[in-house]
């Protein structure tokens, strides 16, 4: 039993760090221009050599590939692109091997229009699944049955004249949502889950966690006061009836209550919520929900110390007692961090989230430090880009393929990748940063080294501290062991009078004492 002088051990996602692979663009194999499975395993070793514990996959389902995987047709195969079941046990063997753990992405707020469940469920009123998706007759005046939009643009609902009724769409129309109200509905994704669970699999990661329930009665979600076009029409109204609904959290509660059936998995929410409300998906003590609600807090602060230290105090304080911190800075959904902050911050970044108390997400490619990547416009893929042209909300840029060396198309492929190469592959790729001492990826390794290393650092305390301006200062402690990191978000010289041992410098070369030089963060024992 844990007691305050015999704490449980941290159990592995605690200590551990997670690496996103988006299959598409990690390693093709099969000369197709897109990654697969056996790209993948190919690859572990530059995965186990960086020193992250647990590898998510992004959606490896057969999947018409609407929304490139998000839309899945079977949620206990593998889509040929990518390979097949033989090929995924193989692949989990091999990540087991390492030390590693697999983490699959779980898709449950909707499926693709090609599911069979969706292809019965439309085929007439009556049909047994036509209560599994959440279909309503016209509105008043013979237009969508509510104000809903979608996320991707234009209105949630799409109107089947065979069935002269309308589905709801939080996404794209190919992306019918399910109806979680429906107890057959829980049972066949719970049956999906023990499925891959049985297969050896280590965790989830949930998409879109907070949509899965709506409102009773789907009313009208409120008007955005402050919408503007720009920000893309998912922001029209306020997402207060199609989404977060109090029923949501009994759903999460099963799940984890399956994942501890099963023993040490893991469960990793994706919600975009404030922090208020996200905190709520820690579930309670009688009724845990997911172990990582995920926070996203660091992507949409402003790059400077003042703000950071706000958001980690609010989220420190917000979590709920026994709640494990989480961070992230960078996904296939959302701008490269270096395209972002530069190349010099980029690296105070890669800092930040490995020395933060909780578990880091690490995204591919920002361990080489990809910047930004201008997506010709006859090769853009992503439809919420192609939805909604201009706005800039274009999420093929963070999905470029990884570049391994400098031959043809950065070892990545032997054809056309599906998705063009950053800029500089040729110098920047794995191979070329290996053997520079002081490269991005190099950091990286260093980082997460020492961060295996010190206890302080995987799972000790956090106290901010008074620092000057432009400065981030903090300590993490655990029994004896403290650290400090100092991070100058500036790229000015800033005087601050550390005194000790530094570990690392995120610059490299000798540090110079009581002072951060431009761009330079600094853990000090
Ligand atoms: C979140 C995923 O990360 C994103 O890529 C996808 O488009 C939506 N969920 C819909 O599944």
Redesign the pocket.
């Known amino acids: 039993m844990a007691s305050p002088e015999h704490p449980r051990p941290a159990p592995w996602w605690e200590r551990g760090v997670i690496y996103q692979i988006y299959p598409r663009s990690f390693q093709d194999s099969n000369g197709d221009g897109v990654g697969d499975l056996a790209g993948i395993e190919r690859r572990l070793d530059h995965v186990a050599s960086l020193g992250v514990d647990a590898v998510w996959l992004?959606p490896i389902f057969p999947s018409p590939m609407a929304?490139?995987g998000?839309?899945v047709a079977d949620y206990t195969g593998v889509d040929p692109l990518f390979g097949d079941l033989v090929a995924f046990d193989r692949l989990l063997r091999a990540v087991h091997a390492r030390g590693l753990k697999l983490l699959l992405d779980f898709?449950p707020?909707?499926s693709s229009d090609r599911h069979p469940w969706f292809v019965e469920s439309r085929a007439s009123r009556s049909n047994p699944k036509r209560d599994w998706y959440i279909w309503r007759d016209p509105g008043p005046n013979g237009g969508p049955p509510n104000n809903w939009t979608s996320?991707?643009g234009g209105s949630a609902w799409e109107y089947d004249p065979w069935t002269r009724q309308y589905y709801l769409h939080?996404?794209l129309k190919e992306?019918p949502d399910l109806n979680w109200r429906n107890p057959e509905v829980r049972a066949a994704m719970t049956d999906v889950l023990r499925f891959w669970f049985d297969r050896g699999v280590d965790g989830f990661r949930i998409?879109?966690l907070w949509h899965m329930v709506k409102a009773e009665g789907l009313p009208d979600n409120p008007l955005n006061p402050d919408y503007r076009p720009e920000l893309g029409e998912k922001f029209k109204v306020l997402q207060l009836h199609s989404a977060n609904q109090p029923e949501v959290h009994e759903i999460a509660a099963s799940f984890r209550k399956l994942a501890d059936d099963y023993g040490d998995r893991l469960l990793v929410g994706?919600i975009c919520l404030p922090l208020d409300t996200l905190m709520r998906y820690y579930g309670s003590a009688d009724a845990p929900g997911v172990h990582l609600p995920f926070n996203f807090q660091l992507m949409d602060t402003p790059w400077r110390a003042d703000a950071l230290r706000q958001v980690i105090a609010s989220y420190e304080a917000a979590l709920p007692p026994g709640g494990w911190p989480n961070w992230v800075m960078g996904?296939?959904?959302a701008p490269r961090i270096a395209a972002k902050l530069g190349e010099a911050q980029a690296r105070v970044a890669a800092m930040l989230l490995l020395t933060l108390r909780g578990t880091p997400t690490l995204y591919q490619g920002d361990e080489i430090g990809i910047g930004e990547v201008a997506i010709p416009p006859d090769r853009v893929h992503d439809p919420?880009d192609l939805r909604q042209p201009g706005l800039g909300l274009g999420?093929d840029r963070s999905r470029t393929p990884m570049a391994w060396d400098a031959g043809p198309n950065g070892g990545f492929s032997d054809a056309e990748p599906w998705l063009p190469l950053h800029p500089d592959w040729a110098t920047r790729n794995v191979a070329a940063q290996e053997g520079e001492r002081t490269s991005m990826l190099n950091l990286y390794r260093a980082l997460l080294a020492l961060r295996r290393a010190r206890e302080a650092l995987s799972i000790g305390d956090v106290s901010l501290l008074d620092a000057p301006d432009g400065v981030l200062d903090y300590e993490r402690s655990h029994g004896a062991e403290r650290l400090r990191i100092l991070l100058n978000l500036t790229g000015d010289r800033i005087a601050v009078p550390w005194r000790g041992e530094p570990l690392l410098s995120t610059l490299g070369g000798d540090p110079e004492p009581g002072m951060l030089r431009a761009d330079e963060g600094l853990v000090i024992a």
């Open positions: 992004s929304d490139f998000y839309d898709v707020n909707h996320d991707m939080a996404f992306q998409d879109v994706e996904s296939h959904d919420q999420r």
